[in-house]
């Protein structure tokens, strides 16, 4: 691992704890395009595999999302990229499912050849950024269905843009989200120093 390296794991971790989304999203980008594509893949898969269990806890049915995970993770075969547009067109509207969802989505996307390697990486970081959300999202709005079903009724009005407010701001949405950047981080420089 170079100095540049260091500094930028130094900075992701400074704008984990400022809860700074730009810089933390703009310094994974970075560090992920300097690893090889499937040890960048293995980062970004791992944080979207937190989230499968809570999403089977939702929708037990829907065990195809945990199959096209491992079957990514054991093989490094890309998908059909149709199957997860599929996915993203039906509705899951549990907390955090739509974000897990587009999470799963820009894992396929990552995996396929037809976009640069710029783009596959940017993919990843979505991926990411995602299921970062989709925890966030579940964690809080989980435990309060009626704001949940106030947000999914009534989007963008007075009282739903207070609830997200409040949920942003909350002390446990802040631990949780510096927690879950600071993994990022550890993994990432677990990555660069093997690589």
């Known amino acids: 691992m170079n100095d540049a390296q260091r500094r930028d794991l130094a900075d992701l971790r400074a704008a984990a704890h400022e809860r700074n989304p730009e ?3 703009f310094l994974t980008k970075r560090l992920l395009g300097q690893l ?3 040890v960048a893949l293995s980062v970004a898969l791992e944080q979207v595999w937190r989230f499968v269990d809570i999403f089977e806890s939702y929708y ?3 065990g195809w999302v945990r199959r096209m995970l491992v079957s990514i993770a054991s093989y490094g ?3 059909d990229d149709q199957v997860a547009e599929a996915a993203l067109s039906q509705s899951f509207t549990e907390p955090g499912c739509a974000n897990f969802l587009k999470a799963v989505y ?3 996307q990552a995996m396929q050849q037809k976009h640069t390697p710029e783009a596959r990486v940017s993919f990843m970081t979505s991926a990411i950024v995602n299921a970062i959300m989709a925890e966030l999202v579940e964690a809080w709005y989980g435990e309060r269905p009626e704001a949940w079903a106030h947000q999914r009724e009534h989007p963008g009005d007075p009282e ?4 997200a407010y409040l949920f942003w701001i909350d002390d446990d949405t802040a631990a949780l989200d510096t927690t879950c950047w600071l ?3 550890d993994r990432l420089e677990k990555a660069l120093t093997r690589h």
Request: charged fraction near 25%.
């Open 60 to 62: 037990p049915d829907e």
């Open 106 to 108: 820009d894992v396929v």
């Open 183 to 185: 993994e990022v981080a």
């Open 77 to 79: 075969m890309a998908p």
């Open 36 to 38: 090889s594509l499937y």
């Open 23 to 25: 810089q933390c999203q």
């Open 160 to 163: 739903a843009l207070e609830l």
